[in-house]
């Protein structure tokens, strides 16, 4: 029973296109996450939403666009995706924006073509 | 901002070895402090966390980490290396209030038979 899960696992694609990664947890966790791991294993916060609102929102390109339709789905669509949006996106949850562990999904591993 | 440490890029050690990772943060207020790890192709799991109380933190594995709130670190240690401990470490802060996790650049443990 997999507590935080992504869709997909994998995913390429060419230059200038539109891709959506999804995320579901059924932690019942008010508090999600994306985050962006390069190629040397740096892991940065991307946004946070807590109960459905934007909470963190670092300095990430609008051609990324978060949507999180309920509080446990938080989803993240890319816009005219560039060589350097390759990474590991990994998708997060916590009980509450702070003073809480965060539970990681398993990762998207998008490559730009 | 928040900023975190962690000077061992890569280390190696044979099995049952004694392991210390470091890691310091820059933020002098109240912090909240974990470890998580990456085992190879897989998502971050939690090792252990400090919010308060005992600095001396004992999590999961055989881990222990020690807040020194004098020296901004947060070492995770552990006193026999197993083969199955070869990952990348990550130490991660964050300060009290909607503030986002700040992680380090992550430890690569390769133990060796």
């Known amino acids: 029973d997999t507590a935080v899960s992504q869709t997909p696992k994998y995913l390429v694609t060419q230059m200038g296109n539109d891709k959506s990664i999804k995320c579901e947890q059924n932690?019942?966790?008010?508090?999600m996450y994306w985050y962006k791991q390069d190629s040397k294993k740096f892991l940065k916060i991307m946004f946070s939403y807590n109960n459905k609102e934007l909470i963190i929102n670092e300095t990430v390109p609008n051609r990324f666009s978060p949507k999180s339709p309920d509080k446990a789905h938080l989803n993240l669509h890319i816009n005219s995706l560039e060589l350097g949006d390759s990474a590991v996106y990994f998708c997060a949850s916590s009980q509450a924006p702070s003073n809480s562990e965060q539970f990681f999904g398993p990762g998207t591993r998008l490559t730009v073509l | 901002a928040q900023s975190v440490s962690q000077h061992n890029h890569h280390v190696i050690l044979s099995e049952a070895a004694s392991l210390e990772l470091g890691c310091n943060y820059s933020?002098?207020?109240?912090?909240?402090l974990f470890w998580y790890v990456q085992y190879p192709g897989q998502h971050l799991q939690l090792l252990l966390k400090?919010?308060?109380?005992?600095?001396l933190v004992k999590g999961i594995k055989g881990f222990e980490a020690e807040f020194i709130k004098s020296k901004f670190s947060f070492n995770l240690r552990k006193p026999s290396v197993q083969w199955s401990d070869t990952a990348e470490y990550f130490c991660a802060v964050n300060d009290r209030g909607n503030t986002p996790l700040v992680f380090g650049k992550g430890t690569r443990l390769s133990v060796i038979a």
């Open positions: 400090y919010f308060s109380g005992d600095p």
């Open positions: 932690l019942g966790h008010d508090t």
């Open positions: 933020y002098g207020g109240t912090v909240n």
